[in-house]
Nanobody
Framework: QVQLVESGGGLVQPGGSLGLSCAAS????????MGWFRQAPGKQRDFVAS???????NYAASVKGRFTISRDNTKNTVYLQMKSLRPEDTAIYYC???????????WGQGTQVTVSS
């Protein structure tokens, strides 16, 4: 299992930008598929973006073109850069990781992102 710690959440105005980071420890980070999920109050946890071990990316339709996921294997960190933020992006954002074809086995504690004027 990989241990994950998110950072970078906060309050931002609509149309603004925010970056999240997720630091991993406890294993060989480069072997893991990494992803971001989010959960708004009263709703289920939804997929946001993922990045493979070869840095192939995948995005939810609602964030495509606005969010960018990236990884730095030398720093054991995955990032989520968010721009053109909307109130509906407000949620707790979770980092997750898993070995290829095994599912999302590890989760961070989450970081709150609030988009409001």
């Amino acid at each position: 299992q990989v241990q994950l710690v998110e950072s970078g959440g906060g309050l931002v105005q609509p149309g603004g930008s925010l970056g999240l980071s997720c630091a991993a420890s406890g294993t060989t980070f480069s072997r893991y598929v990494m992803g971001w999920f989010r959960q708004a109050p009263g709703k289920q946890r939804d997929f946001v973006a993922s990045i493979s071990t070869g840095s192939t990316t995948n995005y939810a339709a609602s964030v495509k073109g606005r969010f960018t996921i990236s990884r730095d294997n030398t720093k054991n960190t995955v990032y989520l850069q968010m721009k053109s933020l909307r109130p509906e992006d407000t949620a707790i954002y979770y980092c997750s990781g898993g070995l290829p074809n095994t599912g999302w086995g590890s989760w961070g504690q989450g970081t709150q992102v609030t988009v409001s004027s």
